[in-house]
Nanobody, 126 residues
């Protein structure tokens, strides 16, 4: 069955970096769009970045220039390199799968994402 497993979260000071990973199992990974989302305590979940099968990507304005989404189709993995972290980046980070057709045109909303990982916690202290 489809399974997404995140890793790489942790606690860092503001200005630091983390690299999140998401391992995908149970489907043909290269055929699907992937995304990263985050949810801070007391806030709604928000889209962070989306990447299509070919590597084209879309970012939330709040992370542009600091975060980079990438994928390795040979290893069925998704990554999120997070640099210059800020306290407001704190939250639970989730990877998710979306069908290929509406990948980037679907934007950063959760519509079309059908499978989600369990999340990995990122905490940024000031």
């Amino acid at each position: 069955q489809v399974q997404l497993v995140e890793s790489g979260g942790g606690s860092v000071q503001a200005g630091g970096s983390l690299r999140l990973s998401c391992a995908a199992f149970g489907y043909t990974y290269s055929n699907y769009c992937m995304g990263w989302f985050r949810q801070a305590p007391g806030k709604e979940r928000e889209g962070v970045a989306v990447i299509d099968r070919y590597g084209a990507s879309l970012y939330a304005d709040s992370v542009k220039g600091r975060f980079t989404i990438s994928r390795d189709n040979a290893k069925n993995t998704l990554h999120l390199q997070m640099n210059s972290l800020k306290p407001e980046d704190t939250g639970m980070y989730y990877c998710a799968r979306r069908g290929a057709i509406w990948c980037l045109s679907g934007g950063l909303g959760s519509s079309g994402f059908d499978y989600w990982g369990q999340g990995t916690q990122v905490t940024v202290s000031s």
